[in-house]
């Protein structure tokens, strides 16, 4: 524990040192991307899937926008990693085709397949057959998938239309989007500043408008750290409920994060999250009730906008304390029964995440030959990854001196923060049950420079703590602070509850506006 501690306390020195020297070096704002010109890039993928199967749209006008915004803005972000849109053109020609010889019906496809004709984008590390598989490691250069994931079959069975891969961190090992294999992704608000990760990508490319509905995944924050950097909505699932096969890396199904891993949707409107969720869990077989109707004023509402830790994890910005705030504000005011949650729920989750870390298995690496002598020796593959002489990128170095150090938490002391992780999760269900959401930050500020962000990553606890106690959650984008950066906060439910955070998601875009396109 004490190290856990000294190697968070190392790192807010780092920050504290090189933040002011960075931002200097970098004060010198980039040109903005370029603006939204095509309004059809302004409707939802909801309302588009409805235009297209009633003959009021053609899936290829929707598909040719979407693949001429991606060009336009992909030089400034590096979001994509390998496209199809040759072959997207193809397929939109052929839903059209089917329409307008009624072959399918526009009732038929409502209920079949919901967004037939929608342009998508995918997650590099959620299987795409055909296209780049890699996780942006060395050991797998030029893998492509043989097959899609069981997510994107999901999406594909409702009608979608893939249009490419987005970049990742190596292995989904980070918090901002940057590998050997494909470079660094860049975000839409601010190009020097960090997407996010893992699913910095999705993000990116969301939040500059290029795409409408995006699959992500999300083991520790990764769906709603990027939510919060681009601006758009995320939604991470209760546990189990949506499919993981396909997904790289693969993640030993009984280990802390193996269990925590779970993909989802990424979109820039509300009413898509809940459209997504129906199609990602089509084969679910708990009851979620997604469609039954929730009163948002008859919630109760409990929200922390700040974690108080010995620890020392950082603080929140005002601007997303001053977010929370009016949100809870609001639904107060509509009758909700509004609570401050009490700082002993989570005082000690970094500790417990660094219990987490006491049996990483990424199954993909043990392929590579040379790996099991480079885990024998992870602190000094970390020091050369410091130096931009390691294979691997400096946060999946880290990740295995934490896996080999197995989070600096002694073993004697393992299993009880295992089973205290485990209490609270029980508790906190019990505490939100069928009528209660939790009001909190994704992380403890918007983006910054990405060469220091990869300094914060003590500030994941907040998204983490959905993952650990298996809560769903969604991020909720509430405009733009006086920077013109994104901020917003994360809202979580019990387990299998999570019609109520997207439910509340839909309720707070109505009011405070959601998604706004970057400036240009």
């Not at 002011?20 to 409707?43: E, G």
């Not at 950097?229 to 995320?234: A, T």
């Not at 593959?381 to 295995?400: H, I, M, N, P, R």
């Not at 509850?497 to 997207?502: E, G, H, N, V, W």
């Amino acid at each position: 524990m004490i190290l856990s501690n000294l190697t968070n306390i190392l790192t807010h020195l780092l920050h504290f040192v090189l933040r002011p020297i960075f931002h200097l070096i970098y004060i010198k704002k980039p040109p903005n991307i370029p603006p939204i010109r095509n309004p059809l890039l302004k409707i939802n993928a909801s309302t588009l899937a409805r235009k297209i199967r009633r003959g009021e749209l053609s899936s290829r006008t929707v598909v040719e926008a979407y693949i001429e915004r991606i060009k336009e803005v992909n030089p400034f972000l590096n979001a994509v990693v390998e496209e199809r849109f040759e072959a997207a053109v193809n397929e939109a020609k052929i839903c059209d085709a089917k329409l307008q010889t009624g072959k399918v019906t526009a009732a038929t496809l409502e209920r079949e397949k919901p967004l037939y004709g929608v342009p998508v984008t995918i997650k590099e590390t959620c299987s795409l057959a055909g296209m780049s598989y890699t996780g942006g490691t060395w050991s797998r250069k030029g893998v492509k998938a043989t097959k899609d994931g069981a997510a994107v079959e999901l999406l594909k069975d409702a009608g979608v239309i893939p249009l490419c891969v987005t970049n990742t961190p190596e292995m989904c090992s980070g918090i901002h989007t940057t590998n050997h294999l494909y470079g660094t992704t860049n975000n839409p608000y601010d190009t020097r500043k960090s997407p996010g990760g893992s699913s910095g990508g999705e993000g990116a490319i969301l939040g500059a408008g290029a795409s409408v509905f995006g699959l992500g995944s999300d083991v520790l924050g990764s769906i709603r750290i990027p939510g919060l950097f681009n601006g758009v909505f995320g939604h991470k699932p209760t546990s189990g409920i949506t499919p993981n096969q396909g997904h790289i890396p693969t993640l030993d199904s009984q280990s802390p994060l193996g269990k925590m891993l779970v993909c989802g949707p990424m979109t820039r409107y509300a009413e898509d999250l809940h459209l997504g969720m129906k199609i990602l869990t089509a084969k679910c077989e708990k009851p979620l009730d997604l469609d039954v109707p929730v009163d948002v004023k008859t919630l109760r509402v409990f929200y922390l906008d700040n974690f108080d830790s010995f620890c020392g994890i950082r603080s929140t910005t005002a601007d997303i304390r001053r977010k929370i705030a009016q949100a809870t504000d609001y639904l107060a005011g509509n009758g909700a029964r509004v609570e401050h949650l009490s700082q002993d729920w989570v005082s000690d989750i970094y500790i417990f995440l660094m219990a987490c870390f006491s049996d990483v298995q990424m199954l993909e690496l043990q392929e590579d030959p040379k790996f099991n002598e480079r885990d024998k020796r992870p602190l000094l593959e970390f020091v050369k990854a410091l130096f931009g002489v390691s294979d691997y990128t400096l946060t999946l170095a880290y990740l295995q001196l934490l896996k080999r150090q197995r989070g600096f938490i002694s073993r004697s002391k393992e299993e009880y923060y295992r089973q205290q992780v485990k209490d609270i999760g029980d508790r906190v269900n019990k505490l939100l049950g069928s009528d209660g959401v939790f009001i909190c930050p994704a992380f403890s500020q918007p983006t910054d420079l990405a060469t220091i962000i990869s300094l914060q990553t003590d500030s994941i606890v907040y998204s983490a703590f959905s993952n650990m106690m298996n809560l769903p959650s969604t991020y909720v984008p509430m405009g733009l602070n006086s920077d013109g950066l994104p901020v917003g906060f994360q809202v979580m439910a019990a387990s299998y509850q999570d019609r109520l955070t997207l439910a509340v998601a839909r309720e707070l875009e109505t009011v405070f506006g959601g998604w706004v396109p970057p400036p240009s």
